[in-house]
């Protein structure tokens, strides 16, 4: 039947990578991009004409396109944000049109789910293709096509640009908010590919997949999109004088507990070629520095009780923030440095407010209660950080309903 077939080309040559991929707010690991299919020719007489063209012609708009964008995505000059806006967009309803059609092949009791070898290039994988035929790998690459593609307009959403206003360029709060959304979004259609597409492939199928498409890849991209979704809030919540010390410490915290579930997640990813090393690089970077806003926030708190032991533990987490900080500059620089070598955007939000804060209200605090109390007594172990629960959740996103087309034909025999 040709299930598992599954492929790679020029496994031993090496692969051309761009040499940089210009400002990076939001990591994605390129774009996986499909490779063209002859419909006509796999599944024969055993559908309508129609259908054979819609797909065909659906699947040619998706591939026409994410060559497009993936090119484009990898290129270092700057592009205008409302252009890239618009052509992620596209991409995204080009791919939103084809599923329903794409769905008929493994719809319960057809014969069509294996008839067509679907062919997609991978980013992190050593392979540099992975052909496979079974029409529920074409659907999990679909989905993660989609979440790529929309972290892809976060990343762009989240670049200063210029409003003719007269001040320098700058990332809007209307932006900003906008962000949170569109990564809820980029992990709805994870967490479905996830609970909803590989539960249909065999585990001896699984194990054929490429590395991008692996389980934990999947599950760490998804808690990387709540993760900046919740540093999103977080600058806001800065940026808003109503917010209480309280409801910045909960946040940071929860960015913690997420960026420490990517790093449990993720799988061993190659690094001699390809995006694993810069890929681990950015979740070490972000797992850093929202340690770094944690601690900051809860030596705040802290600080604001009246006995030595709490100025002594205020003291020990204002001196891990400044720690952790320092850490993650050293990270962010090692991430941009490694190829494909990336930019880093002005620091904006919460970044910018610990670069503002955090060296300043360590180092004072520190020199105030040591005048206070001895050294011996202050200085210690950072005090645990407050547990919460994680509110962010993805957006719920089902598979769409089978398109019409299927309807009038009859694949089951």
């Known amino acids: 039947m040709g299930c598992g077939a599954s492929s790679q080309k ?34 024969g007489d055993c559908v309508a004409r129609s259908i054979v063209d819609r797909l065909s012609a659906l699947r040619s708009r998706v591939v026409e396109m994410a060559m497009q964008e993936s090119a484009a995505a990898l290129k270092p000059r700057r592009r205008t944000a409302a252009r890239h ?33 679907f062919t997609w290039s991978n980013q992190e994988d050593n392979a540099e293709e992975t052909a496979i035929s079974d029409a529920w790998y074409e659907v999990l690459s679909v989905l993660h096509l989609m979440a790529m593609v929309c972290l892809l307009q976060a990343n762009t959403l989240l670049l200063p640009r210029s409003y003719g206003d007269g001040y320098a360029p700058r990332v809007s709060e209307e932006s900003r908010r906008a962000t949170v959304d569109v990564f809820l979004k980029a992990a709805g259609y994870l967490d479905c590919a996830i609970r909803h597409v590989l539960p249909k492939m065999l585990l001896e199928l699984r194990r ?30 800065i940026d808003s004088p ?136 202050v200085i210690g172990a950072p005090p645990p950080l407050p547990d919460f629960a994680l509110a962010l959740t993805p957006e719920d996103y089902d598979l769409p309903t089978l398109d019409p087309l299927w309807n009038k034909e009859d694949t089951g025999h």
């Open 85 to 117: 806006g618009s052509s992620t967009a596209n991409l995204l309803q080009a791919l939103e049109d084809y599923l329903p059609v794409l769905l008929g092949l493994v719809k319960e009791g057809s014969i069509l789910r294996h008839k067509v070898q």
């Open 242 to 377: 109503k917010a209480t010390l309280a409801v910045k410490r909960r946040l940071a915290c929860e960015m913690v507990k997420y960026w420490q579930q990517v790093q449990e997640s993720i799988p061993e990813l190659p690094i001699s070629d390809g995006w694993g090393k810069k890929h681990r690089l950015f979740v070490k970077w972000k797992y850093v520095e929202a340690k770094a806003a944690a601690y900051y926030f809860h030596g705040l708190i802290l600080d604001e009780g009246n006995t030595e032991k709490s100025h002594g533990m205020a003291v020990a987490a204002l001196q891990a923030s400044e720690e952790f900080l320092k850490e993650s500059k050293r990270v962010s620089e090692a991430f941009h440095a490694t190829p494909p070598t990336s930019r880093s955007p002005n620091p904006l939000g919460t970044a910018k407010y610990l670069f503002d804060k955090i060296p300043r209200h360590a180092s004072s605090k520190v020199r105030i209660n040591q005048d206070l109390y001895t050294q011996e007594k």
């Open 208 to 237: 054929q997949l490429p590395v991008d498409l692996a389980e934990g890849n999947l599950k760490a991209l998804s808690l990387q999109a709540l993760g900046q979704g919740v540093d999103m809030q977080l600058g806001l919540a």
């Open 10 to 43: 020029d496994a031993g040559a090496p692969r051309r990578r761009p040499g940089s991929v210009g400002d990076v707010v939001v990591f994605l690991p390129g774009l996986r991009v499909p490779r063209t299919v002859d419909f006509a020719q796999a599944l």
